[in-house]
């Protein structure tokens, strides 16, 4: 079974405004990470938290990351229509699982 | 510096046919896997590999082969094509101790 579910499936926004988008797991990890899909394209890795630190950003982009709960978010701040895409959270425990996605829409 | 390739793009297969998903990546990695995509499913692992001449089962290995001969490629055989196997593939590269994947851009495959 998958390890990461991502919460909502699909988030639709205007240009300008916030997208957060939720990621819950199941068994200890090493790490989670977020990566990004474009329509039709492979997967593009966005940012990587250790099980150790509890945030961290990247441009526009922010994670956190809370253990005893299994949870992570990621945060998209002044979203912009190139950010429309799909969003995946993967743990590492063995190997890498993926969840479903989040579908993101960013209307200009 | 290609990355990580894939071939075909695109294969239309019929039920019971074989074929072999080819993968490639020029950057030394040790760690290289296989994931299939449906809609609505995200990413499920098929096998991985930690190097060469090592392989292993991921989440959905029934009617996939792979071997790993050389630290570079990462073939995804299928032996009789069947409908449910009708997905988009990738293949993902990785550096030992390091996390994050470099992924492919994907063969669809569709089998009638």
């Known amino acids: 079974s998958q390890q990461g579910e991502e919460d909502p499936q699909a988030l639709s926004i205007q240009e300008g405004e916030n997208a957060t988008m939720n990621c819950s797991y199941k068994?200890?990890?090493?790490?989670l990470q977020w990566y990004r899909q474009n329509s039709g394209r492979g997967l593009v890795h966005l940012i990587l938290?250790?099980?150790?630190?509890r945030e961290k950003h990247s441009g526009r982009l922010r994670v956190t990351l809370d253990t005893s709960k299994k949870s992570s978010s990621l945060l998209i701040t002044a979203s912009r229509a190139a950010d429309t895409a799909s969003y995946f959270c993967?743990?590492?425990?063995?190997?890498?699982?993926f969840g479903a996605g989040t579908r993101l829409t960013v209307k200009p | 510096n290609a990355g990580v390739t894939q071939t075909p793009k695109f294969q239309v297969l019929k039920t019971g046919q074989s074929m072999t998903l080819q993968c490639a990546q020029d950057?030394?990695?040790?760690?290289m896997s296989w994931y299939r995509q449906d809609p609505g499913m995200g990413l499920r692992l098929i096998h991985y590999s930690v190097g060469a001449g090592i392989t292993d089962q991921g989440e959905v290995p029934n009617g996939y082969n792979v071997s790993r001969s050389t630290t570079e490629d990462f073939p995804l055989r299928l032996l009789s094509a069947a409908p449910s196997q009708t997905s988009v593939y990738f293949c993902?590269?990785?550096?030992?101790?390091?996390?994050?994947?470099?992924f492919g851009p994907g063969t669809r495959l569709t089998v009638l």
């Open positions: 938290i250790r099980s150790n630190e």
């Open positions: 068994t200890s990890i090493n790490n």
């Open positions: 993967a743990t590492d425990y063995n190997d890498m699982r």
């Open positions: 950057m030394n990695h040790e760690y």
């Open positions: 993902a590269s990785r550096p030992p101790a390091h996390y994050t994947q470099y």
